[in-house]
């Protein structure tokens, strides 16, 4: 089952706006990753946050994580339009038994216009 | 970073016919999962693979249907048997590499007529 809301399910803003995408999970997590999905190719990595971290940056990426609301967000600043792309949030569980096994959110629809 | 090929990177087949999807990676690992994503969807975990036992299914996927196969710690094959228009999705493996960070292939897009 799918253990994250992300919201909103689209976006679409102008070149050099910033895009700001949530993640709500429900489970607790050991960690949590951000990825990037070009015209239903395979998953870019982006970045990943552990349970103990609260905010970590990757270039013009931003990711910060509440564990005591579960959720996350991620940032990008000065968007350009290569950025256009979906993008999931993936949580690996937190029970012993899920041996790396990732869930994802129902991802959110990055446009970003020239 | 792992580094992730699979074969072929899509498929047009009819049904009833089975395909083989094969997934290799440029270093050992020990965790491939195969993934699973249906038009306009997310992902969704199908089983993971284990080097020299059976594969691990989720729950609504079963064996028969989808086979897996983990010869060694580099290489690992899903086959979706009997198909239907239903199994038309693009089909991903992944590797779980070092500290938590899990890499995708580039997708086997897979159309069933």
């Known amino acids: 089952s799918q253990q994250g809301e992300e919201d909103p399910q689209a976006l679409s803003i102008q070149e050099g706006e910033n895009a700001t995408m949530n993640c709500s999970y429900k489970?607790?997590?050991?960690?949590l990753q951000w990825y990037r999905q070009n015209s239903g190719r395979g998953l870019v990595h982006l970045i990943l946050i552990r349970s103990n971290e609260r905010e970590k940056h990757s270039g013009r990426l931003r990711v910060t994580l509440d564990t005591s609301k579960k959720s996350s967000s991620l940032l990008i600043t000065a968007s350009r339009a290569a950025d256009t792309a979906s993008y999931f949030c993936a949580t690996d569980g937190f029970r012993e038994n899920q041996g790396g096994k990732l869930i994802f959110g129902q991802g959110t629809e990055l446009s970003v216009k020239p | 970073s792992a580094v992730i090929s699979q074969k072929p990177s899509r498929d047009i087949c009819q049904r009833g016919t089975s395909l083989t999807i094969q997934c290799q990676v440029d270093?050992?690992?020990?965790?491939m999962f195969w993934y699973r994503q249906q038009p306009g969807q997310s992902l969704t975990l199908i089983a993971t693979a284990n080097q020299g036992s059976e594969a691990t299914y989720e729950s609504g996927f079963v064996i028969d249907k989808f086979p897996i196969s983990r010869p060694n710690l580099t290489f690992s094959t899903l086959t979706v048997s009997n198909m239907s228009p239903e199994d038309s999705s693009i089909y991903l493996c992944?590797?779980?590499?070092?500290?938590?960070?899990?890499?995708f292939g580039p997708g086997t897009r897979l159309t069933v007529l």
């Open positions: 489970t607790s997590i050991n960690n």
């Open positions: 992944s590797v779980a590499a070092y500290q938590d960070t899990q890499y």
């Open positions: 270093s050992q690992v020990t965790m």
